[in-house]
């Protein structure tokens, strides 16, 4: 898999009938290893292992209702009251990020209410803080701090 712009960290992973499994601690099983679920595991471990977020309030992947159509986040970390603090958006490694990335996070967001956004590919990250109508630019992930 491609080197991303994280950490490295521990990772487990199994081969069946040619098809390459991660563990995803957040889902307690392996999932597929597609470049984009890199991109989640990596993030995932930086969140937990660098920026404080309790792995016990990190969702991965679950459905949510935007306007009527059944939609995945990839990821939400919670507070410490269970309320949205964070939401990202990961696209594979040669994805580019732009405008369709943004608006895909933030159409996620007006369900999910997470105080940040962010949008990642591995490689280059751009991450924010959401106050209704405004976003503000901020130089990287938020540090967890579970309540404001």
Known sequence: ???????????????????????????????????????????????????????????????IDVNGQRCRFDVVCHDRRGAPYLIVECKAPGVPL????????????????ARHVAITNGRAHLCGEADGDSFRLLPGFPLYRGED
């Open 98 to 113: 732009g405008v369709a990335t943004l608006e895909q996070v933030f159409r996620y967001n007006h369900s999910v209410a």
């Open 1 to 63: 898999m491609d080197a991303l712009d994280f950490p490295p960290f521990d990772y487990r992973v199994k081969k069946v009938n040619g098809k390459l499994y991660i563990f995803d601690r957040a889902r307690g099983r392996f999932v597929t290893l597609t470049p984009e679920e890199w991109v989640r595991q990596h993030l995932v471990h930086f969140l937990s292992g660098r920026l404080g977020y309790p792995e016990r309030l990190i969702a991965v992947e679950q459905e």
